[in-house]
């Protein structure tokens, strides 16, 4: 018999709790294929584990689960909170299938302050942290961070420019005329003078706001009794806009550092609301929709959102939730582990604090609420396309391309891919074409739709359902044409042809595979679909295609252009303020530039103009 071909004996999970410990640690359960299908901590293993194999009776989605175990796998820790840690880190690292699960791929954005150099610059940072200096954050929002940028220009007038501009300016910008700069650039203030600023906007961002009022404080004295009163008086004002900020900007109830999370959970959907204070300003809030599994309460959604969450940001001091389970004790006391300080994690609060929370579980209920019918919405819309297309199955996945370019120059071709969820952003795709005559719109389709399809066939991605060309009959040739050259079938093309006044809610589709013309009306569900579809291809096409154009022209700039040297080509750049101000010129103005002749400036115009 040949063993190779023999059907695995089906997972034994008594027989492997019997050899287990009742150490605490972390459990990994796997299915046939090696797919991990969930993971989970325990303060006793033995015990934990059991639940799952000794109980008569579980949940039926939970009995689904264990039916597809083939292996487990254990990992001791010395502690269960040490375990606790562990358990998110696999979870937020494996994306186990049956856990919930915080998807949030975005960095969040800090204030960063630059170190190595004589003028220290404050900017906005997302992103990886490899540049020498400070960083102060996270911020919940890009908005949190501008508007703290804007209140530190006011106060203590920290450049915020690139370096590259900074050290080559020979006079002060716009910012130090509107008093949001101390113009360092120059020279217009004392190396000394603008460390102490840098370091009084750090000590702002710290939360030490009185420290610095109490520094300005003394050195406007200091000023005043030098008899230097335009300094006095210009420390005296700065100390009275920082007081005005520090009021107006103060949460009156909230601590030094907080975070209030709200839950809601409705419908398959979850959101969690945090709402954000920092030195006892607030900064805001922000939204999250974890994936939920195995029919998961508030509770547990709540401490695995927190573990998983704070596993690699700064953690605050206090951190305030709708609801808390017997794991917040310990989570609090793992945070505090990992953060250095005590961290205290309430659920049961009064005055200001119970205010804030009400604020925290509204704000979840109202984005669940729109995130609940902005999913019905585009499910509806999905049925009216199927209903319309006569389709025995509900698609589930469109592709849709379109062209751009300006008289033939920089085509770019985009593909936009929407889904049940509505657009799909990382499966977009964008096509510099070339090898064609200029204009010619079918050929710049042929050659995305084959670059595209071509990958796709070979297994490298997920073929349509129904794939939307903005034109008419004669670009859905060019895709039947390309989809039968590749051997690709299944996929449903459908052209959407401008009606004859260009109107949206006009368009014909031109079905490929029959020819056939609908037209479904401005008011079908449809047709919403297919506009928002066709416009969101539109909008990343011609964005694409403005930053291939404006890229040519600058790299096509004035160096190739006979008799345009070096002083005649910095000449123009000083007139005109840019290649940008040059190719707007007439040739009139052109010639008014110092060595730049009629000849020479028609040979310029020409260049920008064609």
């Known amino acids: 018999m040949d063993s190779s071909h023999a059907t695995p004996s089906p997972f034994d999970g008594k027989d492997f709790v019997r050899h287990l410990t009742s150490s605490p640690g972390v459990y990994r359960m796997f299915d046939g294929r090696g797919e991990l299908l969930y993971v989970g901590k325990a303060r006793d293993l033995k015990k934990r584990v059991g639940s799952y194999f000794l109980k008569p009776r579980l949940e039926p989605r939970i009995m689904a689960m264990i039916s597809q175990i083939a292996r487990m796998e254990t990992t001791l820790t010395r502690t269960e909170g040490e375990a606790l840690i562990l358990e998110a880190q696999l979870i937020k690292s494996l994306k186990p299938r049956y856990n919930i699960l915080l998807r949030d791929d975005k960095s969040y954005p800090y204030i960063f302050i630059s170190a190595g150099s004589d003028a220290p610059r404050m900017s906005f940072h ?18 949190a961070v501008r508007e703290s940028l804007g209140l530190m220009q006011k106060l203590f007038l920290v450049r915020q420019c690139e370096d590259s501009y900074f ?9 130090y005329q509107i008093k949001r700069c101390s113009a360092p650039c120059v020279g217009l203030i004392e190396e000394s003078d603008y ?7 750090a000590m702002f961002l710290e939360g030490k706001s009185t420290q610095v009022i109490d520094e300005l404080v003394a050195r406007m004295e200091q000023a005043s009794r030098a008899l230097e009163f335009e300094r006095a008086a210009a420390l005296r004002d700065q100390v009275g806009t920082l007081k005005q900020l520090q009021a107006r900007h103060y949460v009156h109830g909230a601590s030094a550092d907080m975070d209030v999370l709200g839950c809601r959970i409705d419908n398959g959907l979850a959101c969690v609301s945090v709402l954000f204070f920092r030195n006892g300003i607030s900064l805001g809030s922000r939204d999250f929709f974890p994936r ?20 690699d940001r700064p953690v605050p001091e206090e951190i305030i939730v709708s609801a808390a389970g017997e794991e917040m004790p310990l989570l609090a006391e793992a945070l505090a582990t990992q953060a250095g300080h005590k961290v205290e994690i309430k659920s049961s609060v009064r005055a200001e604090r119970a205010r804030f929370l009400e604020l925290a579980q509204k704000n979840a209920s109202a984005a669940l609420a729109s995130r609940l019918a902005s999913r019905q919405t585009v499910r509806d819309r999905f049925e009216a396309l199927r209903v319309l297309l006569q389709r025995e199955q509900l698609p589930s996945r469109i592709e849709c391309f379109d062209i751009s370019h300006t008289m033939g120059e920089a085509t770019v071709a985009s593909c936009v891919v929407f889904g049940l969820e509505g657009a799909e952003k990382s499966h977009y795709r964008r096509f510099n074409i070339s090898g064609i005559v200029g204009g010619d719109d079918y050929a710049a389709m042929h050659q995305a739709l084959e670059r595209r399809y071509k990958r796709l066939s070979a297994g490298e991605g997920l073929l349509p359902d129904i794939l939307l060309i903005d034109g008419g009959k004669g670009q859905v040739a060019q895709a039947l044409d390309v989809l ?19 109107r949206a809610g006009h368009e014909t589709l ?4 029959t020819g056939r013309s609908v037209w479904p009306g401005p008011d079908s569900p449809a047709s919403h679909l297919i506009q928002s579809i066709r416009d969101e291809a539109h909008r990343f096409a011609i964005t694409g295609h403005r930053q291939r154009r404006e890229k040519a022209r600058k790299e096509s700039s004035l160096e190739e252009i006979p008799g345009v040297g070096a002083r005649r080509r910095s000449a123009l750049l000083k007139q005109f303020g840019g290649i940008a101000g040059i190719a707007n010129a007439g040739v009139e103005e052109l010639m008014q530039v110092k060595g730049v002749s009629k000849d020479l400036a028609e040979r310029i ?6």
């Open 510 to 513: 031109i079905l490929g595979n």
């Open 167 to 175: 050290r080559n300016r020979s006079r002060p910008c716009l910012q």
């Open 484 to 502: 039968s050259e590749l051997g690709v079938s299944g996929v449903e093309v459908v052209g959407v042809a401008k009606g004859p006044e260009r």
């Open 195 to 201: 460390a102490a600023s840098v370091r009084h906007a």
């Open 126 to 143: 997302r992103g990886a942290k490899n540049e020498k200096g400070r960083y102060f954050g996270p911020y919940p929002s890009g908005y």
């Open 605 to 610: 115009y020409a260049r920008f103009h064609g």
């Open 292 to 311: 939920l599994s195995l029919d998961a309460s508030e509770t547990d959604l709540l401490a695995a959102f927190v573990a998983q969450y704070y596993l």
